[in-house]
Nanobody, 120 residues
Framework: QVQLVESGGDSVQAGGSLRLSCTASGDIKGYHCMGWFRQAPGKERERVARITNYGSTAYADSVKGRFTISRDNAKNTLYLQMTSLKPEDTAMYSC??????????????WGQGTQVTVSS
């Protein structure tokens, strides 16, 4: 199984920016969809953004206009550019890869996560 490793998490002030990377140990071209998820203490995990192998993207309402997901199949890397960060963006961010089951993406490969902390 391809291993997914996230990096780029950090502590930043509100209004700042970060770019998260998710580097795969093997080829990601075969994955129909890849996504970024986050989980804050005491909260459920939520999908932040998703990108398909055709480049179609989707975002949670809370991050639209501030976050951008992209994937570089040649580098086997998924990115999440985060701007205008808010304290409520504080969470552990994880990347995931999967395949479509009908209209939905079923994620079956997960990274360990990288911590993002935004202070006011």
């Amino acid at each position: 199984q391809v291993q997914l490793v996230e990096s780029g998490g950090d502590s930043v002030q509100a209004g700042g920016s970060l770019r998260l990377s998710c580097t795969a140990s093997g080829d990601i071209k075969g994955y129909h969809c890849m996504g970024w998820f986050r989980q804050a203490p005491g909260k459920e995990r939520e999908r932040v953004a998703r990108i398909t192998n055709y480049g179609s993207t989707a975002y949670a309402d809370s991050v639209k206009g501030r976050f951008t997901i992209s994937r570089d199949n040649a580098k086997n890397t998924l990115y999440l550019q985060m701007t205008s960060l808010k304290p409520e963006d504080t969470a552990m961010y994880s990347c995931a890869a999967g395949f479509f089951r009908g209209a939905a993406c079923s994620y079956n490969n997960w990274g360990q996560g990288t911590q993002v902390t935004v202070s006011s």
